[in-house]
């Protein structure tokens, strides 16, 4: 078992200890971007805000989910979800705590936003796991564990809502072991829950943290702590609970896992913490895991070549657009991951797509509740940059040299809708939102090649209501959705053009451009698709899209 010593051995350096660290370095090396994960309900919006409240970045909790000011949280910007009460946005947040500057990005729960959380996750070095301990492994928790899997995301865990009857916790790492596949390290111990919840036992630090229900105000967040689990002290608080809890203890020791970091940057072992997030309870041993433990940003692949953090010059790469962040602000925010260098305000970096300089002046951070201009910003940090439809996701950015990152998908859809409209004058301004949503992933946008209808391709259902509403909404658009006969999209691609250009011909009602000019093949049906794809050999079909 670890002793708190070689616990603190194994983080990562803070701030620059050496001179040998440049400042663009250490800036770096400080920085710790994580996304929060979790099934509806388990209680993210709550923990996000408790995260800021520990951190001191808002002093009163309510700040984010004004369940008191009346105002919505920081990421239910879209009328929608107001609606709904489902997170359609992703929202960014800053903040520093200890010596460390953190990231944290909020994922849309639902499920069919998944290919924008999927976007997000690209973003970010390390997860934050939810778990509704009332009610385990959840559907939704699967698929974004899955999806972290395909990166290797390292992944801390949180049981959540000890103040209630919950399910016992043995059974909870072993659901989470099974179901998720990924090894259980709980770092503390639940003692008791619901109405008898009275703490937990930190493993490796041998205290006992004392339950208190909690006070959502800022300098009231200090918890009694008792040093070692044979303390007498806990005898004289529960005489009648405390033996049966150290042999339970006993038990846990034995037969969980060890904290290992390898297997946790490997994304093979999480370490669990338990505890109450609307009590601020087990929240500030989370946030010391994530600065402790979870990576600084790392080197990224830009196609030619690896670009490290380090390096003075400035990178990153968008994974998000988003619009009407703010009904005062009416234009277009893309998200953008410094990967390299210094950010400073007013520089100039080349948007490399379009290979256009860009003058960063209006660049905005996201602390907390409100936008700021940003001053500077380094790798692992999430910049806003407004922008009026010219930036797409995926698109890169430096200082001149050409990068493209990569690992920045759209997913062939697996819903489809052809778009008609009420009013035929309004034509104009359908396409205009459809070319504006599709650039930002809302929805991803085919025109065929034969003139007919647009096609709206979705993985998730409700993303055709966020689009309809926001048609109407933003662009005075009725439109009306109707199913239509196709199965699934195929991006495709040929190294011989005139052979591409036949391609385009024989097949003119099944290909379509999407909105980043991509041609793609609408296939009516399985059989179909299979037999387009034995017909024509050379050329590539593919189920994902990284960049125009
Ligand atoms: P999200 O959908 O994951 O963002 O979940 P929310 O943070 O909105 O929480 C869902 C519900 O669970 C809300 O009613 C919260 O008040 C409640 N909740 C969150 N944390 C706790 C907790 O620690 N204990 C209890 N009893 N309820 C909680």
Not at 9 to 22: E, I, Q
Not at 242 to 250: G, V
Not at 335 to 349: I, Q
Not at 409 to 426: C, D, Q, T
């Amino acid at each position: 078992r670890l002793s708190p010593l070689q616990f603190k051995a194994f983080s990562f350096p803070g701030p620059p200890m050496s001179d040998a660290l440049t400042a663009v370095a250490g800036e770096a090396a400080r920085r710790r971007t994580f996304a929060i994960i979790s099934h509806p309900d388990a209680g993210k919006t709550t923990l996000t805000e408790k995260l800021l409240l520990f951190s001191g970045a808002i002093q009163m909790a309510g700040t984010v989910k004004g369940k008191k000011s009346g105002k919505f949280a920081t990421s239910d910007w879209m009328e929608i979800e107001k609606q709904r009460g489902i997170s359609v946005a992703s929202s960014v947040m800053q903040f520093d705590y200890r010596e460390h500057v953190v990231n944290l990005l909020d994922t849309p729960g639902h499920q069919d936003f998944s290919e924008d959380t999927y976007r997000v996750l690209t973003a970010v070095d390390a997860a934050l796991m939810v778990i509704d301990a009332a009610k385990g492994v959840e559907a939704q928790t699967i698929k974004l564990l899955n999806v972290c899997r395909l990166r290797t995301t390292p992944i801390v865990t949180f049981m959540n809502k000890y103040d209630r009857e919950v399910r016992d916790s043995l059974e909870l790492l072993d659901e989470v072991e099974n179901v998720l596949n990924i090894r259980c390290a709980p770092i503390t111990w639940p003692i008791g829950m619901g109405k008898t919840f009275r703490g937990v036992y930190h493993l490796m630090n041998d205290q006992v943290m004392l339950f208190e229900a909690g006070q959502d105000i800022a300098d009231q967040l200090v918890s009694e702590v008792i040093q070692g689990i044979d303390n007498p002290r806990l005898d004289e608080l529960f005489p009648l609970e405390m033996a049966q809890l150290r042999m339970e203890i006993e038990l846990v020791k034995g037969a969980s896992n060890e904290f290992d970091l390898e297997a946790f940057l490997a994304g093979e072992l999480t370490p669990v913490f338990f505890g109450s997030a609307i009590n601020n309870f087990g929240v500030r041993e989370i946030l010391n895991a994530l600065v402790d433990w979870a990576p600084p940003p790392s080197p990224r692949d830009a196609s030619v070549r690896m670009v490290d953090p380090s390096e003075e010059k400035f990178s990153g790469f968008v994974f998000k657009i988003q619009a009407n962040m703010d009904p005062k602000h009416r234009d277009r925010i893309a998200f953008m991951r410094v990967c390299s260098g210094r950010f400073e305000r007013g520089m100039k970096m080349k948007h490399l797509r379009l290979n256009r300089d860009i003058a960063a002046s209006s660049v905005v951070t996201f602390m907390a509740h409100d936008r700021e201009i940003v001053e500077e910003a380094f790798a692992g940090d999430i910049i806003g940059i407004p922008n009026h439809g010219n930036i797409q996701i995926g698109d890169s950015f430096s200082e001149g040299e050409a990068l493209q990152f990569t690992g920045i998908p759209f997913f062939a859809p697996e819903l489809f809708r052809s778009v008609r409209i009420r009013n035929p004058l309004k034509i104009k301004q359908l396409h205009k939102g459809l070319q504006q949503l599709g650039e930002e992933g809302a929805v991803q946008v085919f025109k065929p090649a034969n003139g007919a209808d647009l096609i709206l391709g979705a993985v998730g259902v409700l993303q055709f209501e966020v689009v309809a509403h926001r048609l109407q909404t933003e662009y005075g658009v009725e439109a009306v959705f109707d199913p239509c006969q196709i199965y699934t999209a195929r991006w495709v691609s040929c190294d011989d053009a005139r052979m591409l250009n036949d391609f385009e011909k024989a097949l003119v009602n099944n290909v379509a451009i999407d909105a980043a000019g991509s041609l793609a093949y609408l296939a009516p049906n399985r059989v179909n698709l299979d037999l387009t794809q034995e017909r024509w050999p050379k050329v590539v079909f593919h189920e994902t899209r990284e960049h125009a």
